[in-house]
């Protein structure tokens, strides 16, 4: 309160005084009327001169250098508040603003800021004080500004007496960020930590690790210098050297610590990259003294100076080496541009900058544009009055294009967005008042208010009206993407890898592993399946060996070829196995090459089969021959199988199957054995289809064999069951995604098994189970007898026809004992064909009847 009380006291002195400012109307740099009015301070000039009194009284004294780029700002709220005034955002309710001039100084915005304390519509022009600010209503609803940190804090201090809200649009102290400290300031750019953060990385990113640092001796030089000391260290970045400059202009030793800064930066030969926290009258004389010395390094620029068009049109600037810079977000300021064009439309009776810099303009008549901003600073460091006349105001029209070239976009982009969070505040409190009275609400209710309810997480948040972000709908997250703060600008996005996310999410949730496990439904009904399967071949193996000397068993081939084929079934069912549970490198490249050559050799021995048939009752002697050349068992076995072994080794030599991490699906990894090559698979599954299909022609033509023990049939049946199941499954698992592929294949291996099994030894067990009375060996030779006596006359007659013998065979009584020379060349094959499918039977069927082939069925 004591400094609240001082304050007060130097405001009524200086109201007092015979000084510039000598009524508190003269303070006011512009102003315009409005139901709601809001502050604005802006150093517009660069500083205050001194007092040549001593000791110093309390008077604000005149500022001088005048600063374009400052006066364009001031400008960009005006021309904000205009907007909302010509918008329906406030029907009804005109928004005034009274501006102060800083003059870049603490006390000259302490000033200011008293008198948007002061009560409102009191000619006492007093700050009244109480203990409870709630009901109190002061000069302002609101306050935007200062741009410096420095300024912004000490203002700030005094404006959270009454929770004014006060919005700043450069100041970037990351103190500031502090709602204990400051719980009314708010701002609309970022704080300097993520600046410095970026500065730090780019820095480290560069491969400079010896640097040096410029800053100034304040709250943001000390601030900034001190973030940017720990970022540095954790980028393993060292500093040569830190050098602290005055802060203000109006510090006598400025000049001399920047000839010392200069000449440390010259004995630190080694330093080539020097990071620079200064304002921009601070840089613009560091650059100047630096061209003179012929200094050459890289600049790394602050937001304050790094697009500051007072820098970049220094002479010779680039002398001074490369520069580069931090800058705000910049924003669409193309209405801004058409309201300087305009400028002169604007009211000028209650804005004083709009006459001085008029009177500036007019002194530098006959200057350059690159030149004119130097020059107007130059002019406004002389104490002189101004009389406004109509020459002067012409050429201040015809020099607008000038101040376009001075703006700067982000700067200009924040005012914007400050003056209009502050316009969506008030739309939200006049929803439900009365607000062209004055006393409709008071400051602080406006730091409640907001312009778009807060985006809960889960949410991020969707700029809709014009370009301000203050205004927004809230989105919910996709999927895959999550927000765990409230009011973020933009949803995270998860580690689609190993992570997923919900839309509206507020984690990212771990993708779950996925394969065919074990306990799957499916997997244990495939399972299930395929114990059956090697429980009936182990049944049918026990039946064959009961009945080993029956003629269902001799005829299909004997127990051993029996024994090959009812393995090879049992290792294609096991095979199944390789396909259930976590993938692993063992299990992806056993299963396919168990299964392919296990199915090659129980093809191969089906085939041998398939061959005899079509041997045993082949009638044309050429054929005959060909057929007993070709009819090696074993040789056919051995090199079927062993072309399917050569087929999966170099499989698993050049492109073997491996486990692979399957992450493109949104919510789980699925884990699954990569073939290697689909060529190399697609050849084994071909192989076996070239064989099946061989064995599927040559089973084909012995179709019409005795019934009982026709295996041909059968085979053909099996082999059709065969090609229709892997015919069906290329398109299936071509389509299929996920952790069912595998099971896909095991329903094919299933049905093709269970086929070939069923349809090779079931009817014969059927037979040795249920028929016993024909599987003995005397039913077995009348079987061959009758077939014989059916078929024998057109077998005849078709070997006749291929042997290309010119006479007719007539086939009369088939039991008599004059045959005729074709009937006994028929006869004498016969039993060549019976010798070498039954030898131990071979005598007495000799003897009793024409002697047919026989197949091993």
């Not at 750019?189 to 410029?214: T, Y």
């Not at 069906?728 to 329903?747: D, L, M, N, Q």
Request: charged letters at 15%; glycine letters at 4%.
């Amino acid at each position: 309160m004591a400094l609240l009380i001082i304050l007060i006291t130097c405001f009524m002195i200086i109201l007092a005084t015979s000084q510039p400012c000598q009524t508190p109307d003269d303070f006011v740099a512009a102003t315009s009327p409005g139901h709601i009015i809001i502050g604005g301070l802006f150093a517009i000039h660069e500083k205050m001169l001194s007092s040549e009194d001593y000791p110093r009284r309390p008077q604000i004294q005149k500022c001088v250098g005048f600063e374009i780029s400052v006066f364009l700002q001031t400008l960009a709220m005006i021309h904000s508040i205009e907007m909302i005034n010509n918008s329906t955002l406030l029907s009804g309710v005109k928004l005034g603003y009274e501006i102060y001039d800083t003059c870049t100084e603490v006390t000259v915005a302490m000033a200011a800021t008293l008198r948007f304390l002061s009560k409102f519509n009191c000619s006492k022009e007093t700050v009244e004080f109480k203990c409870d600010y709630s009901s109190y209503m002061p000069r302002v609803k609101a306050v935007i500004g200062s741009g410096y940190s420095e300024i912004t804090m000490a203002v700030s201090r005094m404006l959270n007496l009454q929770l004014m809200p006060q919005v700043g649009y450069e100041s970037t102290a990351e103190i500031l960020s502090d709602k204990i400290r400051f719980p009314s300031f708010l701002r609309t750019v970022p704080s300097d930590f993520h600046q410095i953060k970026a500065m730090a990385h780019l820095i480290q990113k560069s491969g400079w690790n010896w640097i040096g640092i410029i800053t100034t001796d304040d709250d943001y030089g000390r601030l900034a210098l001190n973030t940017f000391i720990i970022q540095a260290e954790a980028n393993n970045v060292c500093i040569a050297f830190k050098e602290v400059l005055p802060a203000f202009l109006s510090d006598n030793t400025i000049e001399v610590r920047i000839n010392q800064t200069l000449k440390k930066i010259i004995l630190e030969a080694q330093v080539n990259v020097i990071v620079v926290f200064l304002r921009q009258f601070h840089v613009f004389d560091l650059f100047n003294k630096a061209i003179e010395m012929n200094i050459n390094k890289m600049w790394i620029a602050s937001d304050n100076w790094s697009t500051a068009t007072k820098i970049t049109t220094i002479p010779n600037v680039k002398k001074i080496g490369k520069v580069v810079g931090f800058t705000f977000r910049r924003g669409n300021i193309s209405a801004f541009h058409s309201f300087l064009q305009n400028l002169h439309l604007l009211p000028s009776d209650s804005n004083k900058l709009l006459h001085e810099y008029a009177m500036h303009l007019s002194a530098c008549t006959y200057v350059k544009d690159t030149d004119l901003s130097q020059c107007i600073f130059n002019h406004s460091q002389r104490t002189l009055a101004y009389k406004a006349n109509k020459a002067i105001e012409r050429n201040f029209f015809m020099r607008n294009d000038f101040l376009r070239d001075y703006a700067e976009p982000g700067l200009i982009h924040s005012i914007q967005l400050a003056v209009f969070a502050l316009g969506y505040a008030i739309r939200d409190l006049c929803q439900a008042r009365d607000c062209q009275n004055p006393n409709a609400f008071q400051p602080w209710e406006q730091i409640q208010s907001k312009c778009s309810k807060e985006c809960s997480p889960g949410q991020m948040k969707k700029t809709t009206r014009s370009q301000h972000i203050c205004c927004y709908e809230c989105e919910n997250c996709p999927e895959n993407h999550y927000s765990n703060q409230t009011d973020m600008p933009h949803c995270l996005l998860c580690n689609n890898e190993t992570h997923w996310a919900p839309v509206r999410s507020t984690v990212c949730f771990e993708k779950e592993v996925e394969y065919l496990n074990w306990n799957d439904s499916l997997a244990i009904l495939l399972l299930i399946l395929s114990l059956l399967g090697i429980i009936f071949v182990l049944v049918v193996g026990i039946i064959f060996t009961r009945n080993l000397n029956t003629p269902v068993v001799k005829s299909s081939g004997g127990l051993r070829i029996c024994y090959v084929i009812l393995l090879c079934h049992f290792l294609n069912f096991a095979s199944t196995s390789f396909f259930i549970g976590e993938p692993q490198d063992f299990t992806c490249k056993t299963r396919q090459t168990l299964f392919g050559v296990s199915f090659t050799l129980c093809i191969s021995c089906i085939l041998t089969k398939s061959l005899k048939i079509l041997l045993a009752f082949s009638f044309d002697p050429k054929l005959q021959k060909f057929l007993k050349c070709l009819y090696k068992p074993i040789l056919i076995i051995f090199t079927c199988t062993s072309i399917q072994v050569v087929i999966c080794t170099l499989w698993l030599i050049f492109a073997a199957p491996t486990v692979e991490v399957n992450v493109s699906l949104p919510r789980v990894i699925i884990l699954e054995c990569e073939e290697g090559s689909i060529l190399a698979f697609g050849t084994m599954l071909g192989y076996i289809a070239i064989l099946a299909f061989i064995c599927f022609i040559f089973a084909f033509k012995g179709r019409k064999l005795p019934e009982n023990y026709n295996e041909a049939k059968f085979i053909t049946f099996g082999m059709l069951i065969y090609f229709i199941a892997w015919i069906t499954f290329i398109p299936i698992y071509a389509t299929t995604f996920g952790k069912y592929v595998p099971a896909v294949e095991i329903i094919v291996i299933l049905i093709s098994n269970y086929g070939i099994l069923c349809c090779t030894f079931f009817p014969k067990c059927y037979v040795i189970i249920c028929k016993q009375d024909i599987n003995t060996k005397s039913a077995f030779l009348k079987m061959i007898y009758s077939y014989s006596s059916h078929s024998v006359s057109s077998i005849a007659m078709s070997h006749a026809s291929l042997d290309s013998m010119n006479s007719n065979v007539t086939m009369t009584n088939l039991s008599s004992s004059g045959k005729s020379a074709t009937w006994q060349k028929s006869k004498d094959l016969q039993a060549q064909a019976f010798a070498h499918t039954s030898r131990e039977n071979a005598t007495s069927v000799s003897k009793t009847l024409p002697r047919k082939r026989i197949s091993s069925i």
